[in-house]
């Protein structure tokens, strides 16, 4: 199976803080990366689609980056709705994978 | 926008069934891949395996032996059987969609429905 790598695995940010999260791959995955907040209780929600597409209604603060075996997520400012998890998935190839999380605190 | 909504018991007992289905409403279920996807309590996510709207499936190699799912395109409907559950299955179940190409994955998700494997 196609490992999906995510650091770090938690993290402590400030409001208005840049959050820089990373996802690697072992082995290429061209662009076929998604991005998705889940927030306690809720489900999970993309942000990001084909590694750098902004899914629609999701604030401009949020990007990502990357191609191959590494990608980014880029909260330029974090706002205090984007207390959450992070998880990278990877569909490029079957099973498709998600990454173990990205825990963004307070 | 589309709607999913995913239902089943909440509890199952050892080595019984699991069966979940999906109901899709405010879109079509053709066209589209449907995914099942669980996350054990307070743990990651795990993607369980998918349907075609024609019926064709493809599924995670590590449940591959237990898992079955259908399609009932007139009713708008998927469903999940996860045989012979053990209490490493109890877990959230989402149901979710997706299309083919680069700006595929998961756009809609099911609110979710807890299952818990208990005697």
């Known amino acids: 199976d196609l490992q999906m790598t995510q650091s770090p695995s938690a993290m402590s940010a400030s409001v208005g803080d840049r959050v820089t999260v990373t996802c690697r791959a072992s082995?290429?995955?061209?662009?076929?990366l998604a991005w998705f907040q889940q927030r306690p209780g809720e489900v999970p929600k993309r942000l990001i689609y084909a590694a750098s597409s902004l899914q629609s209604g999701v604030p401009s603060r949020f990007s990502g980056s990357g191609s191959g075996t590494e990608f980014t997520l880029t909260i330029s400012s974090l706002q205090p709705e984007d207390f959450a998890t992070y998880y990278c998935l990877q569909y490029y190839s079957d099973p498709w994978t998600f990454g173990q999380g990205t825990k963004v605190e307070i | 926008q589309v709607q999913l909504q995913a239902s089943g018991p909440g509890v199952v007992k050892p080595s019984e069934t699991l069966s979940l289905t999906c109901t899709v409403s405010s879109g079509s279920i053709n066209s589209y891949y449907w995914s099942w996807i669980r996350q054990p309590a307070g743990k990651g996510l795990e993607w369980i395996g998918r349907?075609?709207?024609?019926?064709?499936?493809n599924s995670n190699p590590s449940l591959k032996s237990r898992v079955a799912m259908s399609v009932d395109t007139s009713k708008n409907q998927f469903s999940l059987k996860l045989r012979s559950v053990t209490a490493a299955d109890t877990a959230v179940y989402y149901c979710?969609?997706?299309?083919?190409?680069?700006?595929?994955?998961?756009?809609?998700w099911g609110q979710g429905t807890l299952v818990t494997v208990s005697s």
């Open positions: 082995q290429a995955i061209n662009n076929y």
């Open positions: 349907i075609y709207s024609s019926g064709s499936t």
């Open positions: 979710a969609r997706s299309s083919v190409g680069s700006t595929s994955s998961f756009d809609f």
